[in-house]
Antibody
Framework: QLQLQESGPGLVKPSETLSLTCTVSGGSVSDSYYWGWIRQPPGKGLEWIGSLYFTGSTYYTPSLRSRVSISVDTSKNQFSLKLRSVTAADTAVYFC??????????????WGQGTMVTVAS | QSVLTQPPSASGTPGQRVTISCSGSTSNVGNNYVYWYQQLPGTAPKLLIYRNDQRPSGVPDRVSGSKSGTSASLAISGLRSDDEGDYYCAAWDDSLSDVFFGGGTKVTVL
């Protein structure tokens, strides 16, 4: 069955760029689904970051739009997150997930296990 | 403060029914489907309810969702110890083109 796995550095310095990759297995990132990133600061709730379709169509949460970009690499069956100019407030568990269908308004039905990213010097 | 408002906690004894509310506005809950996620300790969220009241395959029928106007509810009947965890509502917001999650409700089985 479809599985998602996040990967990337667990520690990022303030003002630098956080980069994470989500590898899709058991399916294709080019299938008719949107793919997204969600984060969860320690002890807090969930926050949607953004989502994309394999064609490159993207949606971002307005509060992060100036710092975030999500891209897809169909040859590697992966999609990626970049968050620029990070601060301690960006410390969180980052999840990648699949939307049920086409559109960022659809719910997430499959999630990766999440990866903890700490922003500290 | 979250755009979608949930009570921070809810509790019940085994076998009881617990209900969690989710209050939003016209642009999100009012005009769009509401989804509910369960997050057990140390795990990724799991989709419990989609399109206000639909259960994905594998979710037991003791879990139900409903929506009326700008509010939605999740009910869990026959409460079990393994229901302990955090529950989040979510909805798309037309005005902001954003996905909002509620602040989460921690369910405790006494």
């Amino acid at each position: 069955q479809l599985q998602l796995q996040e990967s990337g550095p667990g520690l990022v310095k303030p003002s630098e760029t956080l980069s994470l990759t989500c590898t899709v297995s058991g399916g294709s990132v080019s299938d008719s689904y949107y793919w997204g990133w969600i984060r969860q600061p320690p002890g807090k709730g969930l926050e949607w970051i953004g989502s994309l379709y394999f064609t490159g169509s993207t949606y971002y949460t307005p509060s992060l739009r100036s710092r975030v970009s999500i891209s897809v690499d169909t040859s590697k069956n992966q999609f990626s997150l970049k968050l620029r100019s990070v601060t301690a407030a960006d410390t969180a568990v980052y999840f990648c997930a699949r939307h049920v269908g086409v559109g960022a308004h659809q719910p997430f039905d499959i999630w990766g296990q999440g990866t903890m990213v700490t922003v500290a010097s | 403060q979250s755009v979608l408002t949930q009570p921070p906690s809810a509790s019940g004894t085994p076998g009881q029914r617990v209900t969690i509310s989710c209050s939003g506005s016209t642009s999100n809950v009012g005009n769009n489907y509401v989804y509910w996620y369960q997050q057990l300790p140390g795990t990724a969220p799991k989709l419990l309810i989609y399109r206000n009241d639909q259960r994905p395959s594998g979710v037991p029928d003791r879990v139900s969702g409903s929506k009326s106007g700008t509010s939605a509810s999740l009910a869990i009947s026959g409460l079990r110890s393994d229901d302990e965890g955090d529950y989040y509502c979510a909805a798309w917001d037309d005005s902001l083109s954003d996905v909002f999650f509620g602040g989460g409700t921690k369910v405790t089985v006494l």
